[in-house]
C-alpha cells in the first residue's frame, strides 16, 4: 500500500517538475480539440456572398491538409480540418466560431477571413481562450497580444506597407506631389492612414489629391481623370484587383506617366497586369513577399516547383493565376511549423506560445530572404516586403527587404 | 368555414391572400406546449444552441414584424434589414457610448426604429406591390453605406463596427450569460407576440386587414388608408429595431456588414416559409433561414448555394402555404385521429 502512494507521490511531483519545465516536451499534454490521433482546426471563410472569391483560401488549405494527412500527419496525428462558410456577415462568423468552439470542439480557429468578421469573433476568442491565428485579413489592429493574447496576424499589415512606399518617396522624390486613389473601406483607409503616417508632417503639403471610390461603382474612369488634373506627379493606387486594372489602363490612355504605386494587393501579373496590358504597365512599383506564379523568373524555383507538385496531386482544378492559392499554401504551411513545434503539448496555451516563437522560418512561397519572425510582443509574423518595379513582362525586384512594423 | 377552405382562400389579382384573423394565431394548447419547450429546452444543452436558439427567437420577432406589414396589411418590403441595422446600431451605441443599461437600450431602438419606418413609410404610400418592394429594396442597399459615411464614424466605428458587451445575468442568478441573455429574448419576444396578436384583433388590426383586402373598400368604410398604412410601416418598423437591438446584444458586434439586404431577403423568404399572415409561422420561417443554409452546407460546401436553392424550392413546391399548410394538415389529421 505504502509503495502505491509513494509512488504516486513521485508522479505527482513529477508531473509538477514537467509543468515548470522544458520536459514538459517529453509528457503528452493535451487541450479540447488534440488527442493521441488527431488535431481538430477549425475555419470560417466567405464560401458563399459578396465575398467568395476568397473562398478559395479554405479550399486551398484543406488540400494542403490532406497532404500533410496522406504523409502521416504531424507526429503521427492526423489534422482534421472543419472549415464553416459565414458569407463574409458577422453575425453568421459569431454563430461558426461559437459552433467549432463549442461543439465541434476544435483546438483554434485558424486564419478565418476578413476584417469585420475577425473583429466580430476577437472578443469571444480572447474571453474562450481559444487561440485565433494567422487571421486573413491585413488590418493593422491584430498585432496587439496585450490586449489580445490569443489573435494573431499573418501577412504584412496595409499600414507597414505603405509606410515603405512613403519612405521610398521621401527619399527618392522629396519634392513630389502625390494623388491616391483608395477604396472606400477599411482597407483603403487603413492604407491610407499608413501612408499618412509614414510621410509624416510633409503629408500634408504633399498630397495633392485624395479621391475614394466605392467597391460597387462600376468603372473608376472618372476618378482617375480628376486626379491627373490635380498636376500630381506621383500617384499611390489603393485599389483591388479589378479597379487596379482599369487604373493603369486609364493611365496610359490619358497619356498620364506619374511615378506608380500599386499596393500589394494588386500586384498579380495573371489577373491585373495582363488585362491592363504589359505596355501601360512600365516602371509601376509595387511590393511584394510572396511569389507570383504566374511570373516567369519562378519557373524553375524550387518552392515554386513543390507547389506546383503540391496542386497536381491535391488540387488539380486549382487556378494557379489566383494569388489566394498561393497566400493559403503558405499560411498552411506556416500552421504547420507551429504545431510540429509543439511536439506532444498541443494545448491551447503553447501553440500561441510556439506561434510567438517562431525564428527567421523561412517558406517556399515567400521571396528569398523574407522571413517569418514572432516574439511575445510582435504578433505580425510577416512584416518585411521587397519593393519591385514592372519590367517587360515580369517584376523586377531592387533594393534591400525593407520592414515596417506597426502595433495595432 | 372549415380550414381546408382556408388554404384555398386565395383572392384573385392580390398578391397576398387574405388570412382571417382567427387563423393568425396558434389554439390555447399548442401554444402552452410550444411555449414549454422554448423554457424548458435551454436548460438541458450546450452554450451554443442556447445561442443559436436565442438567434432564432430574435429573426423569429424580425419575421413576424415583416409579417405583419404584409400578412397584416398587405405591403411588401425588402427594406426590413435597414430597420434591423438603425435598432443594432442605436442598441449598440447607447451601450457602448453612453453606457446606458440594454434592457433599456431596447424601447428606445424600437422607438427610434418606429418613428423611422413610420417617415419612410409617408412617401412609400404612393407605392404598391412590386413598386414598393423596389424602393424598400434602395433602402437596404443604402443602410450599409450609410452606417459607413465619415460623418457617422465616431459613433458607428466605420467599417469596423462596434463592439459590445454582454450583460450578465442580474441579481447574481446563477445562469450563464447565453442562458440569461435566451430567458431574457423569450420574455420580449412573447410580450410582443401577445402585443402583435392583440393589436391585429383590435380595430387597427382589422383597419389593416381591410386595406390588404380591399383597399378602395376600406377606404369607403371610413378607414383613413393613408394613416394605417404608415402605421403599419412605423409598427413594423419598431419590432425589427427591437429584434436588431437583441441581435447585436446575442451576437457582441455590429458592423455594417452585418445588414445587407442579403439579410431583408432572409427575413422575406422566412417569411414565406413560414406561411404569409400566419404569426406563429415566423419562427418556423426563422428556423429555416437559420439552419437551412447549415444543412445545404453540411452536403456540399462548394454548391451549399445552389443545395439551399433546392431545398427552397422544394418547400415552396411542396407547401407554398409554408408552415400554415403544414399545421393546418396536421391539425386535420389529429381531428380524424380523433374521430376513429
Known amino acids: 500500500m505504502s509503495a502505491i502512494r509513494q509512488l504516486a507521490a513521485i508522479a505527482a511531483a513529477l508531473s509538477l517538475v514537467s509543468a515548470f519545465s522544458s520536459a514538459a516536451l517529453a509528457q503528452k499534454k493535451y487541450d479540447t480539440g488534440a488527442s493521441d490521433t488527431e488535431i481538430k482546426i477549425g475555419n470560417i471563410m466567405p464560401y458563399s456572398g459578396a465575398a467568395s472569391a476568397y473562398g478559395v483560401i479554405g479550399k486551398t488549405e484543406d488540400a494542403y491538409f490532406r497532404k500533410i494527412n ?114 472606400n473601406d477599411d482597407y483603403g483607409k487603413d492604407y491610407l492612414k499608413g501612408f499618412k503616417d509614414g510621410l509624416g508632417a510633409k503629408a500634408a503639403s504633399m498630397i495633392v489629391a485624395e479621391d475614394a471610390y466605392e467597391v460597387t461603382e462600376p468603372t473608376i474612369d472618372s476618378h482617375i481623370v480628376r486626379l491627373k488634373a490635380s498636376g500630381a506627379d506621383v500617384f499611390f493606387n489603393i485599389t483591388t484587383p479589378k479597379f487596379a486594372a482599369q487604373a493603369i489602363k486609364k493611365n496610359n490612355e490619358l497619356n498620364w506617366h506619374p511615378l506608380h504605386f500599386l499596393n500589394n494587393v494588386s500586384a498579380s501579373i495573371g ?46 482544378d486549382a487556378n494557379r493565376a489566383d494569388a489566394s492559392v498561393m497566400y493559403a499554401y503558405t499560411v498552411a504551411q506556416g500552421l504547420e511549423h507551429v504545431l510540429r513545434a509543439c511536439g506532444d503539448n498541443l494545448t491551447r496555451e503553447n501553440i500561441m506560445k510556439q506561434a510567438a516563437s517562431i525564428r527567421d522560418l523561412e517558406l517556399g512561397g515567400l521571396l528569398p530572404g523574407i522571413k517569418v519572425n514572432t516574439s511575445a510582443t510582435d504578433f505580425a509574423p510577416l512584416s518585411q516586403l521587397q519593393l519591385v518595379r514592372f519590367k517587360g513582362e515580369t517584376w523586377e525586384r531592387f533594393g534591400d527587404i525593407l520592414s515596417g512594423d506597426v502595433g495595432g | 368555414m372549415s380550414a381546408a377552405e382556408e388554404v384555398e382562400v386565395v383572392t384573385e389579382g392580390q398578391a397576398v391572400e387574405a388570412v382571417p384573423k382567427r387563423a393568425m394565431t396558434l389554439g390555447y394548447g399548442t401554444s ?65 457610448h453612453a453606457g446606458m443599461n440594454y434592457a433599456l437600450t431596447l424601447p428606445i431602438a424600437g422607438i427610434v426604429c418606429f418613428g423611422f419606418g413610420f417617415l ?58 447565453d442562458m440569461w441573455l435566451y430567458y431574457f429574448t423569450l420574455v420580449v419576444t412573447i410580450a410582443i407576440y401577445i402585443a402583435s396578436v392583440n393589436l391585429l384583433r383590435s380595430r387597427s388590426g382589422r383597419a389593416f386587414m381591410a386595406i390588404r383586402d380591399n383597399e378602395i373598400a376600406a377606404s369607403a368604410m371610413g378607414v383613413d388608408v393613408a394613416l394605417y398604412k404608415t402605421l403599419a410601416f412605423g409598427v413594423s418598423a419598431g419590432i425589427t429595431g427591437v429584434a436588431g437591438g437583441l441581435g447585436a446584444i446575442a451576437v457582441q458586434f455590429v458592423a455594417p456588414d452585418g445588414y445587407t439586404i442579403q439579410l431583408a431577403i432572409s427575413l422575406f423568404l422566412g417569411m414565406v416559409v413560414g406561411g404569409v399572415g400566419w404569426l406563429p409561422g415566423s419562427i418556423v420561417g426563422s428556423a429555416f433561414i437559420i439552419f437551412v443554409p447549415n444543412i445545404a ?28 399548410q403544414v399545421a393546418i394538415v396536421a391539425q386535420q389529421l389529429a381531428a380524424k385521429l380523433k374521430k376513429n
Do not use: C
Open chain 2, 297 to 324: 452546407e453540411g452536403i456540399s460546401k462548394g454548391l451549399s448555394g445552389a443545395v439551399f436553392g433546392v431545398l427552397l424550392f422544394l418547400v415552396i413546391f411542396l407547401v407554398p402555404h409554408g408552415a400554415r
Open chain 1, 271 to 316: 489577373s491585373v497586369i495582363k488585362p491592363a496590358g504589359f505596355e501601360a504597365a512600365q516602371g509601376i512599383i509595387s511590393s511584394q513577399y510572396l511569389k507570383d506564379p504566374t511570373d516567369p523568373q519562378w519557373k524553375t524555383d524550387k518552392g515554386m516547383i513543390a507547389w506546383n507538385e503540391f496542386l497536381d496531386k491535391y488540387y488539380p
Open chain 1, 70 to 183: 496522406a504523409e502521416g500527419g504531424i507526429n503521427g496525428r492526423k489534422i482534421t480540418f472543419i472549415s464553416y462558410d459565414d458569407a463574409y456577415t458577422p453575425p453568421k462568423t459569431v454563430e461558426q466560431a461559437r459552433k467549432l468552439v463549442e461543439s465541434d470542439e476544435v483546438l483554434m480557429i485558424f486564419n478565418s477571413l476578413g476584417t469585420p468578421p475577425n473583429s466580430a469573433i476577437q472578443k469571444y476568442m480572447n474571453q474562450k481562450k481559444v487561440p485565433q491565428l494567422f487571421v486573413a485579413t491585413g488590418a493593422t489592429k491584430w498585432n496587439d497580444p496585450k490586449e489580445f493574447p490569443w489573435t494573431m496576424g499573418w501577412q504584412p499589415n496595409y499600414q507597414s506597407e505603405s509606410i515603405i512606399y512613403a519612405k521610398y518617396i521621401l527619399k527618392n522624390k522629396p519634392d513630389a506631389k502625390i494623388a491616391v486613389l483608395y477604396q
Open chain 2, 32 to 96: 402552452l406546449v410550444v411555449l414549454a419547450a422554448l423554457i424548458l429546452i435551454p436548460l438541458f444543452v450546450k452554450n451554443f444552441i442556447i445561442f443559436q436558439m436565442t438567434m432564432l427567437l430574435i429573426y423569429g420577432l424580425a419575421v413576424m414584424a415583416l409579417n405583419i406589414l404584409t400578412g397584416g396589411s398587405g405591403q411588401f418590403s425588402l427594406g426590413q434589414s435597414a430597420f434591423y441595422a438603425v435598432g443594432a446600431y442605436t442598441s449598440a451605441i447607447l451601450m457602448e
Open chain 2, 120 to 177: 419612410f413609410g409617408q412617401p412609400a404610400l404612393r407605392l404598391s406591390g412590386v413598386y414598393l418592394a423596389l424602393a424598400t429594396f434602395a433602402l437596404a442597399t443604402a443602410m450599409p453605406q450609410l452606417l459607413k459615411l465619415g460623418y457617422f464614424e465616431h459613433w458607428t466605428g466605420g467599417v469596423q463596427g462596434l463592439v459590445v458587451t454582454k450583460p450578465d445575468a442580474p441579481f447574481g442568478l446563477p445562469l450563464s450569460q
